[in-house]
């Protein structure tokens, strides 16, 4: 496994003639990760993964700071995978002339996390607009537990770099709950309450499926999560090919921010 600090050594020593898997990762990695990983391994002749926690996505100082890290585990676990390539750049390397949030998205995109944390996806536009200008990857790997990330890549990026984006399924635990590094910040109680609400998102997506429509049932199933958090930012339905509002019984998805014991989760189904 080779470990990389800079952008020109990396181009040196990786051939991106050939197939190349990029997963990009603000470390702590847990299953979740570990799966995009696997997956580009099978698909992809040689794995590259990045571990850099991006300061211009966060809009809250105290959530960047507080962030879990964990690098001495994390190239731990990578070594066991055999990941073939790694890449560990500080800021100084993503953000030569500073850190620079002006990549600019549409009105119409700036709902669900992008309205409630502005200039999160600015944030990581941004990093992966700079990470694909200098990473020549055939593909890279994403988890649909970021949803919106996926389709705000693959929208404003995509086509600029011509890569192949695998969106891979979310991973939960047994109860439900999807795997995320922000819940290591949460004590038993508050991963149950977490859990309950997962459960309660696949059975009001299951009730809706049958009950297309149902106001009645949006309010029921969001008052009995709210009983579960601190505070929902938003539960909405959406449409899940471009996220609007315009959705029917076969292209509907259910999306939720809320917070936990001051630790903002999300999650969609």
């Avoid at 709210?226 to 505070?231: F, G």
């Amino acid at each position: 496994m080779k470990i990389f600090k800079s952008f020109n050594i990396l181009n040196q020593q990786i051939n991106f003639n050939e197939s190349i898997g990029f997963v990009p990762t603000m470390g702590s990695l847990h299953e979740g990760h570990l799966s995009l990983i696997k997956l580009s391994k099978s698909k992809t002749k040689k794995t590259l993964v990045s571990i850099f926690i991006n300061p211009s996505q966060f809009n809250d100082k105290k959530d960047f700071t507080r962030y879990p890290r964990n690098f001495k585990n994390d190239i731990s676990i990578l070594k066991k995978l055999k990941v073939d390539y790694v890449f560990l750049p500080r800021s100084k390397e993503i953000y030569k002339k500073g850190i620079n949030k002006k990549f600019k998205i549409t009105k119409k995109d700036i709902v669900l996390c992008a309205k409630y944390r502005k200039g999160h996806f600015q944030g990581v536009l941004a990093v992966m607009n700079r990470f694909m200008h200098n990473i020549n990857a055939s593909h890279v790997f994403l988890g649909k537990k970021d949803f919106q990330q996926i389709y705000l890549i693959k929208k404003y990026l995509q086509k600029k770099f011509k890569f192949k984006i695998v969106s891979c399924k979310t991973i939960r635990n047994s109860n439900k709950l999807p795997l995320s590094s922000r819940n290591i910040l949460l004590t038993n109680k508050f991963i149950k309450k977490s859990e309950k609400i997962s459960k309660l998102l696949f059975n009001f997506k299951k009730k809706l499926s049958s009950n297309f429509g149902n106001i009645k049932l949006f309010k029921l199933y969001k008052s009995q999560i709210r009983n579960l958090c601190d505070e929902i930012e938003y539960l909405e339905i959406r449409n899940s090919k471009n996220l609007s509002k315009n959705f029917s019984k076969k292209n509907f998805r259910i999306f939720i921010a809320y917070q936990q014991n001051s630790i903002r989760l999300i999650d969609n189904i």
